[in-house]
């Protein structure tokens, strides 16, 4: 028996997410399972990493993924190891990698920079797979400008006041009477863009709590004993979310301008 429309469409609008989630999926199910596995000599952070590459080998020479694709996820992965380097440091101290690895850049195992890449990974995937559109005045220089304010705010909050408490109101005076169109199966859909930030961040804070959970790192409170990430965690999400929307909707209008450019 077939399913109402609108059962149908919520059903496809679930499997376009799971298929745009194909990496950070791929990647949680290693973490898991990198528990469980005889590794051998290979410490856990380096097997990640090999499999983190390993599964994007296989995406992109399956199609899945495109060649800008794969230069975007490039593009967060070395914005990720930068701001993990920062926060691990000894004397910041946000968190740890407790474990061995021989593949780190001082305290930060290289497979780090990934756990950025899927959020990058996602919002391409989706942006393809559910032909996203922005609709309304999209502010692109505006927006550049407050994504480089909110990376600097994840450095400089250690020694000058967090901001945050501005830039969020902040972000909704940007994209106020910005949506995000997408399709699941026929009829297009939208929703407000800065209200489409704080639902990925909250499942992003989902799977930091598993991650956590796993050992991929520790906050300072989990060392001894795991306990729940802080909800004061959505809003630094919904800030990372921001920026990798912002970087990969600039790369779509860059690429579209050159291609009007080219016609």
Not at 82 to 94: D, M, V, W
Request: aromatic share 18%; with cysteine.
């Amino acid at each position: 028996m077939a399913l109402p429309p609108v059962l149908h469409e919520f059903f496809v609008f679930g499997l376009k997410q799971a298929r745009s989630c194909i990496f950070a999926g791929s990647f949680f199910v290693l973490l898991f399972l990198s528990h469980y596995l005889p590794l051998g000599p290979l410490p856990r952070y380096d097997f990640l990493f090999l499999a983190a590459l390993a599964i994007q080998a296989v995406l992109y020479l399956t199609k899945i993924e495109t060649k800008d694709e794969i230069k975007t996820i490039a593009l967060f992965h070395v914005l990720g190891l930068c701001l993990e380097l920062y926060k691990t440091h000894p004397s910041i101290g946000s968190w740890s990698y407790p474990e061995f690895g021989y593949l780190k850049i001082g305290t930060v195992p290289l497979f780090s920079g990934f756990m950025y890449a899927a959020v990058g990974s996602y919002i391409s995937q989706s942006w393809r797979m559910m032909d996203l559109k922005l609709t309304g005045h999209v502010r692109y220089f505006a927006t550049t400008i407050l994504a480089i304010v909110i990376y600097l705010n994840f450095f400089t909050n250690h020694f000058f006041p967090d901001v945050r408490t501005i830039l969020i109101p902040l972000v909704f005076i940007v994209y106020w009477g910005v949506w995000v169109e997408f399709v699941s199966t026929e009829k297009r859909r939208r929703m407000p863009l800065a209200i489409s930030f704080l639902l990925i961040a909250f499942f992003i804070w989902i799977a930091e709590n598993i991650s956590t959970y796993l050992g991929a790192w520790k906050y300072p409170n989990q060392l001894t004993t795991w306990n729940m990430v802080s909800l004061h965690k959505i809003s630094s999400w919904y800030l990372l979310v921001i920026i990798s929307f912002i970087l990969v909707a600039n790369l779509k209008h860059v690429k579209e301008k050159r291609v009007k450019v080219i016609l």
